[in-house]
């Protein structure tokens, strides 16, 4: 996870991590933070998920939280360790939304 | 397609349309623009391929065109038309990679 700290910027609050529910769960998570008085709100995604990170963006973006904007888009590699010893890469994405 | 032009800089060369083929299909694409003198190439897709489309930009970049860099990541929403008169919303991704 180095790498990812290196672009990314570890520790910041107002993460929302993209897993596999519909894209309407995440995009509850991410209006919920603005309206808890966010400035920004990060989403986060690896591999297949990243699809539906840009959609979680873009449908808070244009129906919710209207006065936001993607403030930073950033894509880089990540190394997992599997479950035999071996190595894979996965892409990841974050998505900087701010108001 | 309006709404994509406006962001997205129309008619531009270089563009490596993502698909459902293995992402190595499209990074030969990436890669040959590049050795074919191309100073930047926009790695485009919609929906699902975005996942792909990173995958893509993240292995050209690593791997085979390591002076490149990402440029710029615009996404975007298009409304596609379906068979039955309907309307939908997917999203979509441009990534430019440059040397």
Do not use: C, H, W
């Not at 996870?1 to 509850?28: C, D, F, H, R, T």
């Amino acid at each position: 996870m180095a790498e990812e700290e290196q672009i990314m910027e570890p520790g910041s609050e107002n993460v929302v991590l993209i897993g596999k529910k519909p894209a309407m769960n995440y995009v509850l998570a991410v209006v919920t933070q603005f309206n808890s008085g966010a400035k920004s709100v990060k989403v986060r995604a690896r591999g297949n998920a990243i699809s539906r990170a840009v959609d979680v963006a873009e449908i808070s973006r244009n129906r919710f939280v209207t006065d936001a904007r993607v403030d930073k888009i950033a894509i880089n590699s990540e190394e997992l360790a599997n479950e035999d010893g071996t190595k894979s890469k996965v892409s990841a994405i974050e998505i900087t939304l701010a108001r």
